[in-house]
């Protein structure tokens, strides 16, 4: 495992993220929020494009080949596999998944790889917004079932006491290791994560998650550009 | 700044202010309707981010000090 594995991983949560987000673009509680929710999505899926072309730079790509037809190699957690159904899905992401990968770019920023210092600053900007707005929906109340996940996730994301994400920090790549991000993570939203016995054993330290599955057959068709292709005119080698 | 209310229930209605550059007053750009500070921040920010402004602002539009209105002088 390496530092560019971990970006990928970042990477592809953050494109999933936003696709996410921009699904209730027409279907959140207010106008206001239709439109946060869309600004947000693209956000994310501009930072999902930023962190594919810090893999480079980085000198080793993780991509291969198979993600292009096996979903199970995509690196986005068990939360964004399916379409959100509850608006109280949507705030628990936003409120404490897109929080915890902005620690990890705060990490990577604070770190002492250049590529990641110069390029992923502005991110942190942006992502002030979305905090406001994951928090402040938080503390109008939400469902426990999803608020517990995301926590869940976003602890089992930052990785093992023992694991790569540490030996990172040791090294000085990133600025912080799996305790600092929970520390800050929590600091950041004023509340405790709930208390959770990960069984790193079962864990998958290249998907960074416990759970097995993938994303959805839609999405992942949508990813690879095949939905598109069903809209697109018949070419002229079919016509003739 | 227009008289006309979309508030329901706690939501606060607020003013959003911006400028393009240094040189140029602040002004009004529209408005974004929230239950807190917070929330109106990023709602001001998701939905006037189009251009690039070098300031943006809100304020309550309850905290406005009205003088006159239109028709009153």
Redesign the interface.
Same mark, same amino acid.
């Given at each position: 495992m390496s530092l560019s594995d971990l970006v990928l991983s970042l990477a592809d949560n953050k494109q999933m993220l936003g696709l996410r987000y921009a699904e209730w673009a027409t279907r959140a509680p &207010?106008l206001?929020?239709d439109?946060?929710a869309?600004?947000?999505g693209l956000d994310d899926l501009g930072h999902s494009r930023v962190l594919y072309g810090c893999l480079e730079p980085l000198g080793a790509d993780p991509r291969a080949p198979e993600r292009e037809s096996d979903p199970a190699t995509l690196r986005n957690l068990a939360y964004f596999d399916e379409p959100w159904t509850e608006w109280s899905q949507f705030v628990a992401a936003n409120a404490i998944l897109d929080t915890a990968f902005t620690v990890m770019i705060e990490a990577c920023v604070g770190g002492s790889v250049d590529v990641l210092q110069h390029r992923l600053r502005k991110m942190l900007m942006e992502e002030r917004?979305?905090f406001?707005?994951g $928090? &402040?929906?938080l $503390? &109008?109340g939400i469902d426990a079932g999803p608020l517990d996940r995301a926590w869940l996730e976003a602890i089992e994301w930052f990785g093992p006491s023992d694991g790569e994400t540490a030996a990172l920090h040791r090294e000085g790549k990133l600025s912080m290791g799996p305790a600092e991000l929970r520390t800050r993570l929590e600091e950041q939203l004023e509340a405790k994560a709930p208390r959770a016995n990960t069984d790193w054993k079962t864990w998958d330290p290249v998907r960074r998650r416990s759970r097995p599955g993938a994303v959805d057959a839609h999405t992942f068709a949508m990813l690879r550009g095949l939905e598109e292709k069903k809209y697109a005119p018949p070419t002229a080698a079919k016509q003739a | 700044m227009s008289n006309y209310k979309r508030v329901s229930g706690d939501a606060v209605e607020y003013e959003v202010f911006a400028r393009k550059t240094r040189v140029e007053p602040l002004h009004q750009v529209g408005s974004v309707v929230a239950p807190d500070d917070d929330l109106a921040m990023a709602y001001a920010r998701a939905t006037y981010d189009e251009e690039r402004w070098c300031e943006m602002a809100i304020v309550r539009k309850e905290h406005v000090i009205e003088l006159w209105s239109p028709g009153e002088v």
């Amino acid at each position: 495992m390496s530092l560019s594995d971990l970006v990928l991983s970042l990477a592809d949560n953050k494109q999933m993220l936003g696709l996410r987000y921009a699904e209730w673009a027409t279907r959140a509680p &207010s106008l206001e929020a239709d439109i946060a929710a869309a600004a947000m999505g693209l956000d994310d899926l501009g930072h999902s494009r930023v962190l594919y072309g810090c893999l480079e730079p980085l000198g080793a790509d993780p991509r291969a080949p198979e993600r292009e037809s096996d979903p199970a190699t995509l690196r986005n957690l068990a939360y964004f596999d399916e379409p959100w159904t509850e608006w109280s899905q949507f705030v628990a992401a936003n409120a404490i998944l897109d929080t915890a990968f902005t620690v990890m770019i705060e990490a990577c920023v604070g770190g002492s790889v250049d590529v990641l210092q110069h390029r992923l600053r502005k991110m942190l900007m942006e992502e002030r917004y979305h905090f406001l707005h994951g $928090r &402040s929906w938080l $503390r &109008s109340g939400i469902d426990a079932g999803p608020l517990d996940r995301a926590w869940l996730e976003a602890i089992e994301w930052f990785g093992p006491s023992d694991g790569e994400t540490a030996a990172l920090h040791r090294e000085g790549k990133l600025s912080m290791g799996p305790a600092e991000l929970r520390t800050r993570l929590e600091e950041q939203l004023e509340a405790k994560a709930p208390r959770a016995n990960t069984d790193w054993k079962t864990w998958d330290p290249v998907r960074r998650r416990s759970r097995p599955g993938a994303v959805d057959a839609h999405t992942f068709a949508m990813l690879r550009g095949l939905e598109e292709k069903k809209y697109a005119p018949p070419t002229a080698a079919k016509q003739a | 700044m227009s008289n006309y209310k979309r508030v329901s229930g706690d939501a606060v209605e607020y003013e959003v202010f911006a400028r393009k550059t240094r040189v140029e007053p602040l002004h009004q750009v529209g408005s974004v309707v929230a239950p807190d500070d917070d929330l109106a921040m990023a709602y001001a920010r998701a939905t006037y981010d189009e251009e690039r402004w070098c300031e943006m602002a809100i304020v309550r539009k309850e905290h406005v000090i009205e003088l006159w209105s239109p028709g009153e002088v």
